[in-house]
């Protein structure tokens, strides 16, 4: 099986800190050694604290833990508002840069980006759009069939809370055929599907010092947040082991707004995607943050 990692910032962010212990899983604490990928959405300059469009995108066949470029981007810290991060065990595709997570596509002029952690048996769905694989998983295959059918269900990109209702429609025709961790963003959002296992954490003022599970590090982010600073984690395996990492239960569909927990506007979605809400002001007269999560 693989690990995921994203995060949803209020403002834009550096996952340097959380992405430096997650990267260790990739074959130094743990086994998933077959690739990784990171992918970055990026703010223009001229609107720093608006979620962006444009996408920084880096994979690697080597196991992260010995990646040289998994080590540049663990001392380089790129600023974002949504980030979907992948090590990978191989099950289902060779080890090969084609089958490294995440994967991107462009839909409504938007890039997306979707990485998934599981095995889906007897999973053939007809592919008849613009969609295709480039490789060999079956991860693939589920996101090129999720935006076709995502494509054929709206006309341009829908509101977070349509594409949301639209998504709990879908997933569980995937998720029948075996185990379906996801992650998914086009910049606006970062949503979260746990079909097994998927935990999440809000930080957010009053910042508290955390202790990384996988290198021997503590920090007080405190020192370096702010207190307008607020973001998710989500994550398959808890990266620290002082904080209070909330377990997604199975078929829990999350989506992850602003730093926070989305709302799910139509009433009768709610209870399909058991979505809360963290109620949220953020001002783009706010300066960005430049601090590691």
Same mark, same amino acid.
């Given at each position: 099986m693989c690990q995921l990692l994203g995060m949803n910032s209020r403002l834009p962010a550096s996952l340097t800190l959380s992405f430096s212990g997650f990267s260790q899983r990739g074959g130094g604490t743990d086994h998933h050694a077959d690739g990784w990928g990171i992918a970055f959405f990026e703010s223009? +300059?001229? #609107?720093? $604290?608006?979620?962006?469009?444009?996408?920084?995108?880096?994979?690697?066949? +080597?196991g992260a833990s010995t990646s040289p470029m998994a080590d540049m981007l663990r001392r380089y810290p790129i600023k974002s508002h949504n980030v979907i991060a992948h090590v990978r065990k191989a099950t289902v595709g060779a080890v090969m840069l084609e089958n490294c997570h995440p994967f991107v596509r462009e839909l409504w002029g938007r890039y997306w980006v979707f990485a998934h952690n599981g095995d889906l048996k007897d999973y053939l769905p007809r592919l008849h759009g613009s969609f295709r694989?480039?490789?060999? #998983?079956?991860?693939?295959?589920? @996101? /090129?069939?999720?935006?076709?059918? &995502?494509?054929? %269900?709206?006309?341009?990109?829908? #509101?977070?809370?349509? @594409?949301? /209702?639209?998504?709990?429609? &879908?997933?569980p025709q995937i998720s029948?055929?075996?185990?379906? $961790?996801?992650?998914? %963003? $086009?910049? +606006?959002?970062?949503?979260?599907?746990?079909?097994?296992? &998927?935990?999440?954490?809000?930080? *957010?003022?009053?910042?508290?010092?955390?202790?990384?599970?996988?290198?021997?590090?503590?920090?007080?982010?405190?020192?370096? $947040?702010?207190? *307008?600073?607020?973001?998710?984690i989500v994550v398959t395996e808890p990266l620290t082991t002082n904080e209070d990492w909330i377990a997604m239960q199975p078929g829990e569909l999350q989506v992850f707004t602003d730093?926070?927990?989305?709302? /799910?506007a139509r009433a009768g979605c709610a209870p399909v995607c058991q979505l809360a809400r963290i109620c949220s002001s953020a001002s783009t007269n706010i300066s960005a943050t430049s601090n590691p999560v």
């Open positions: 223009e +300059q001229a #609107t720093p $604290n608006t979620p962006g469009r444009g996408l920084r995108y880096f994979v690697d066949r +080597q694989p480039v490789g060999n #998983t079956d991860s693939e295959l589920a @996101f /090129c069939w999720l935006l076709q059918e &995502l494509a054929k %269900s709206h006309a341009g990109v829908p #509101t977070v809370e349509e @594409f949301t /209702c639209t998504l709990s429609e &879908l997933v029948r055929h075996g185990t379906f $961790n996801f992650l998914l %963003s $086009n910049g +606006q959002a970062l949503w979260a599907h746990a079909s097994t296992k &998927l935990h999440y954490v809000l930080r *957010q003022h009053p910042f508290t010092e955390i202790r990384l599970k996988d290198e021997d590090v503590s920090v007080d982010l405190a020192d370096l $947040n702010s207190p *307008q600073d607020r973001l998710a730093g926070g927990i989305a709302p /799910c």
